[in-house]
């Protein structure tokens, strides 16, 4: 009778020659079935991750949504501000998202609300991070498809236990990226007693909402960004006062801009 060894951690096995190319039949099966669901694995994990962002939103505010609902606004650039193309286009986003909120885009000197808007990043920190590397070591928690060389030509597998053998690490850089739109009512600042300027003691600007949303990301570049900062921002308009909260919307799926309404 001839016989072949199966690999088990410390255990010879005899088994006719026979019964040989059905057991290796049996691993090539489990082999491209173990292929596939790797390969699966992967691509879910691959599509899962590349498309969410996850930020950080906090607002104050002293109006409820239908209370802004109408209301007529306008985005007013600071002086830095002013000739820069970078603050139109994410102007487009915010008045894209306010407009989706029942406000009402219009030129500057009809509008009742005045927006603003700033945008930071910072220089990025260096974040380290460190991972097992396993091996075949013949015990551990781990379990694995691991090559043998047995009787016969080629290479041979069975289940073996995987345990780890050392630690690798990787660096990459991360960048906080900040976003921050405030709602003053036009009327408070000349006088006319609305109710933002008697929130607000009746002098200057009513400030009516402040809302600023925060992430962190390998991107050095705001612009690729902006548009799912701006939807996490107001995806719970104006969302509860004081209070910060984690949001995750899709980087792809972000609601389009507005441009500017034409000035009369």
């Known amino acids: 009778m001839t016989s072949f060894r199966v690999a088990y951690p410390g255990i010879s096995v005899a088994a006719p020659a026979a019964r040989r190319a059905a057991a290796d039949g049996h691993a090539g099966a489990a082999l491209r079935w173990l292929r596939l669901a790797v390969l699966a694995l992967l691509a879910g994990a691959t599509s899962g991750c590349a498309s969410y962002l996850t930020a950080q939103v906090t607002s104050f505010h002293e109006v409820q949504r239908d209370r802004l609902a109408g209301r007529s ?9 002013a000739e820069s193309l970078e603050f139109r286009s994410y ?7 306010l407009v989706r909120q029942g406000l ?14 700033r945008y930071f990043i910072d220089n990025g920190k260096a974040v380290v991070y460190g991972y097992p590397a396993y091996g075949y070591a013949g015990y551990g928690p781990v379990w694995g498809w691991a090559p043998y060389y047995g009787y016969g030509p080629g290479v041979h597998y069975t289940w073996a236990a995987a345990y780890p053998v050392g630690y690798g690490y990787t660096q990459t850089m991360l960048y906080r ?3 921050r739109v405030e709602i003053d009512d036009r009327r408070a600042a000349a006088g006319q007693g609305s109710q933002g300027g ?4 009746g002098g200057g600007r009513g400030r ?14 705001l612009a690729p960004v902006m548009p799912a900062m701006v939807h996490a921002l107001f ?25 500017a309404p034409p000035a009369n």
């Open 73 to 81: 606004f306008v985005i007013t650039p600071s002086r830095e501000q």
């Open 208 to 221: 009516l909402f402040e809302g600023s949303v925060v992430t962190e990301g390998e991107s050095a570049s």
């Open 91 to 97: 102007a487009d986003l915010v008045r894209g998202a």
């Open 198 to 201: 008697k929130a607000n003691g």
């Open 177 to 179: 990226r900040e976003l």
């Open 235 to 259: 995806s719970d308009f104006p969302g509860p006062s004081g209070v910060s909260r984690r949001v995750e919307v899709l980087l792809d799926h972000a609601p389009p801009p507005a441009a």
């Open 104 to 117: 009402v885009a219009a030129p500057g000197g009809d509008a009742e609300l005045v927006v603003t808007m």
